[in-house]
């Protein structure tokens, strides 16, 4: 059972956010970052927490362990970290930002990630577009997912 708690990022979350990010895409994927450590730390504390709806998944003891991102209509980022995966963090998060953009939304992931596919169709997310990887900076095939709610 997951008995993380849900709330706002701040600016002295960043770091946190970052490692979060940065544990998970290593332990995700074969190919390399597109960016330094140090450029993605700089680019979550001087452009996606001030700019987005940022909330985190905190652990009992206080570590942060999920991220989601959002802006008007879709989940920017969404980043459980290894380890928390399965524990229904990441669940509640979606659950969060559907009852706050009700109107629906979408998000991209990468095609070779599975887990994350499976994971946003159980959700109730549909496949509407794979790209080849040239509207990203790794330069690799996404999947752009919406979800609608029902009548």
């Not at 490692?19 to 979550?44: C, E, K, M, S």
């Not at 990630?113 to 095939?141: C, I, K, L, M, Q």
């Amino acid at each position: 059972m997951d008995e993380s708690t849900l709330r706002l990022a701040g600016p002295d979350d960043t770091d946190a956010i970052a490692d979060v990010y940065l544990a998970l895409f290593r332990a995700t994927y074969a190919f390399p970052l597109a960016h330094t450590g140090d450029q993605v730390r700089a680019r979550i504390r001087d452009v996606v927490v001030p700019a987005s709806e940022t909330w985190v998944g905190v652990s009992p003891d206080g570590l942060i362990v999920a991220v989601m991102a959002l802006t008007a209509d879709q989940v920017d980022k969404l980043y459980v970290a290894p380890g928390w995966t399965g524990r229904g963090i990441g669940g509640r998060l979606l659950d969060l930002v559907k009852a706050m953009r009700s109107h629906g939304l979408d998000l991209y992931t990468f095609q070779v990630n599975a887990g994350a596919r499976r994971f946003y169709e159980r959700h109730g997310f549909v496949a509407v577009t794979f790209g080849d990887g040239s509207g990203n900076e790794e330069g690799e095939p996404d999947v752009r997912y919406a979800w609608q709610p029902t009548a």
